[in-house]
């Protein structure tokens, strides 16, 4: 597989060959996008909750995130690697968004970062991250970030003032130089609108058609336990099928079944004769 590139996204919006793309948060997650030919794989602060065990996305920390994101850039090649920059590191100011956004490129190798929110102070902060040299995604819609001044987790784009907002912002944040616009929980009608006005690539999540698709990992592997979002489509059953490999590794301890003498390692009668030498037996 190729490498990766903007160009090569923007092609593909152009061409109308959808963009795949995944949310890992390690190194084998990363191995197996990579290996199943995915596009771009985006370090999620989602990470917080599905690997973490966090209750929100906003726990997360720089650092923390860069653990993660630093893992899956080691596991990927081709793929292109955007990374989340977590709640807190880039509301202050510009200057603190791009010095979280060089971190992730320096530190962790990202090739671009995402912003949630298309208000002023949020273009402000992704033409400053432009300005400095780092590809920016956008992300608007349900943004898990600042979900309690939307009303929760629900969907957005369903009333007139809600769809006015994210029309406003996916106008906004194209203005402001993202290359790429990432569109959660909106109606399909909606994203279809933007689709074709927009000439940056979208990537939906519960949104319908659109130019590419993300999906976290996890979800799709049917990792998650609980209540998954209506968007979910579960891909696999590894959560399952781990808990019965590890329920019958158990049994198989518990019953002095494992390990048997094919998993055990032989020594010589020398060595026992000297371990026993040793013991004073």
Known sequence: MSQITIP????????????VMVTAYDYPGARAAERAGVDMVLVGDSGAQVVLGHSSTVAVTTDEMLVLAGAVRRGTTSAFVVCDV????????DEQAVATSVRFVKEAGADSVKLEGGSESRLSRIRAIVAAGIPVVGHIGLTPQTAIALGGLRAQ????????RLVREALGVEAAGAFCL???AVPSEITQLLRGVLTI????????????QVLVLH???GVTEGHTAKFVKQYGTIGDDT???????????????FPGSEHQYAAGEDAVAAARSALGI
Request: proline share 5%.
């Open 243 to 257: 808990v019965a490999a590890i329920s019958a590794y158990t049994a198989e301890v518990r019953d002095g079944v």
């Open 86 to 93: 977590p709640f807190g590191s880039t509301e202050l100011s």
């Open 219 to 221: 979800d799709l592997l």
């Open 157 to 164: 784009g369903r009333t007139r003032e809600s769809a006015e």
């Open 182 to 184: 990432v569109i959660e």
């Open 8 to 19: 090569l996204l923007q092609q593909k919006k152009r061409s109308g060959e959808p963009i």
């Open 201 to 212: 690539p979208i990537i939906g999540i519960g949104a319908g058609e659109a130019d590419g």
